[in-house]
């Protein structure tokens, strides 16, 4: 039930890859572009979604607003200064070197810790104060920016995660009983499944590093560092827009309910 339960809250990610694996083989639209292609099918697999209500209109608003910071983030990155990855074929929509669908890869991440987070029922223990991971989220933005012109301040970031979230607990849902584990273990396991999906999409030829230029080959483990940043700046976002529910107050409504009961 746990697997059933996540592949439910990857539905949109698993979508779009599966549109990416498939195109890169076989793709017959000769005059249309592979990338709007897969900009259109993602469009109206989200319209889908919400059409037969297996998306709640919060979850499509916290999607788009990935889409946005991931696009002003994907513009930078690609921009013919700083090249930190490319987008080999060709496109129309699209805003300077970023197709639009690229938007969605981010948006995937954000449905699925909204959804997510809703289907487990998500409360958490020793979570920091909302405020404080707002700091720390802005300032692992900006370092996605500034590293490329001053110190890279990643592993302070990290370093100051760790502190901060060491000793909080995430407690989920499967059918009925509570069970939980470390939340910085928990963001460790969805940064390794999208390193994964990342090595896939590259093979694909989504898009690619400098080193990918003359051959395919897998992205450097090292990556694994940037996809945990962008969970703790994806998973803040999303807890934002939702609010965060904490054990104890589970317990008291539990304790509230045995009573009147």
Known sequence: ????????????????????????????????????????????????????KLETFKEAGI?????????????????????SWQYPEEFIFGI??????????????????????????????????????VILVTAVYLNFFTHHYIWDMRWLLLAVTLVMFYNTRIHFKVIKTYRSMPLLFGWFLVALFIWFAENIATFANIWIYPNQTNGWQMVSFAKLSSWYLLMLLSFVLVTVVQGVKSRASLKRLNHCQNNSA
Not at 1 to 13: E, I, P, R, S, T
Not at 34 to 39: E, T, V
Not at 66 to 77: G, P
């Open 1 to 52: 039930m746990f697997g059933l339960k996540q592949a439910y809250a990857c539905v949109f990610g698993g979508f779009l890859l599966l549109v990416m694996v498939v195109t890169r083989y076989w793709y017959p639209l000769d005059d249309f572009h592979r990338y709007d292609f897969i900009f259109i099918a993602a469009v109206a697999f989200q319209l889908l979604l919400l059409l037969l």
């Open 63 to 83: 999607i788009l607003l990935f889409h946005i910071v991931a696009t002003v983030m994907e513009l930078f990155k690609t921009s013919d200064a700083i090249q």
């Open 96 to 133: 300077g070197n970023v197709p639009l669908f690229t938007g969605f890869m981010y948006s995937a991440v954000g449905s699925y810790l909204a959804r997510v987070s809703r289907i487990f029922s998500f409360r958490y223990s020793n979570y920091p104060s909302v405020g404080a991971t």
